[in-house]
């Protein structure tokens, strides 16, 4: 049986943030604010390949993953058909309700992860690159993802800054303090 090793997908091109350096800040005028459905992965992938998936990572270069509407409705379709199917989520983490962060804690297990993209360690130092995120928001995700948590790896993944270089030791404690797995 033909087994497709690792799909990179970006569900979502539509983004919060404002880095300095992202395309959308960069090249303004050229993006498109733009999500897959999942009627877009019934049609163009359909339930034989889906199966036969290993791992799909749902990550962004324009976008962030978790402002495609359907989401975590793509999850469930692939889970459903792929049990053992493993599904990273690389995200900012902000602007989503606590709500919506223990659905996506229940449906994701110990094969799947999310990375938690935060290279400061409060408002004023995560925004010096993420402009624009939402710290007490992604804390409160962060809490809520982790009281439903079944098993699934979390990262908090830092892009090493000048502004942060000196404080990656405060970084990894509050991982630990928060619950993440590192």
């Known amino acids: 049986m033909l ?3 690792h799909w990179h997908i970006e569900p979502s091109s539509i983004c919060t943030l404002k880095c300095p350096r992202c395309p959308r800040a960069e090249v303004p005028d050229s993006l498109l604010n733009r999500q897959l459905t999942l009627d877009f992965f019934k ?3 359909g339930q034989d390949t889906a199966r036969k ?4 990572t ?3 270069n324009d976008g962030d993953p978790i402002y495609c509407r359907d989401l975590v409705d793509i ?3 692939f889970k459903t058909l792929n049990p053992q199917i493993s599904i990273t989520v690389i995200t900012n983490g902000s602007y989503k309700s606590p709500d919506w962060w223990q659905y996506l804690g229940k449906v994701l297990d110990a094969n799947d992860e999310v990375h938690w993209s935060l290279d400061g360690w ?3 130092s995560n925004q010096q690159y993420r402009v624009n995120s939402d710290w007490a928001g992604i804390e409160k995700g962060i809490q809520a993802f982790t009281l439903v948590n079944n098993g699934t790896y979390r990262v908090w ?3 090493a800054f000048r502004f942060n270089q000196d404080h990656i030791g405060h970084q990894q404690q509050l991982a630990r303090d928060w619950g993440f797995d590192l």
């Open 3 to 5: 087994v497709w090793d």
């Open 43 to 45: 049609d163009q992938i």
């Open 157 to 159: 993944a830092a892009i």
């Open 53 to 56: 998936i290993r791992k799909i």
């Open 75 to 77: 999850i469930v379709w």
């Open 58 to 60: 749902f990550c962004g």
């Open 122 to 124: 409060d408002q004023a």
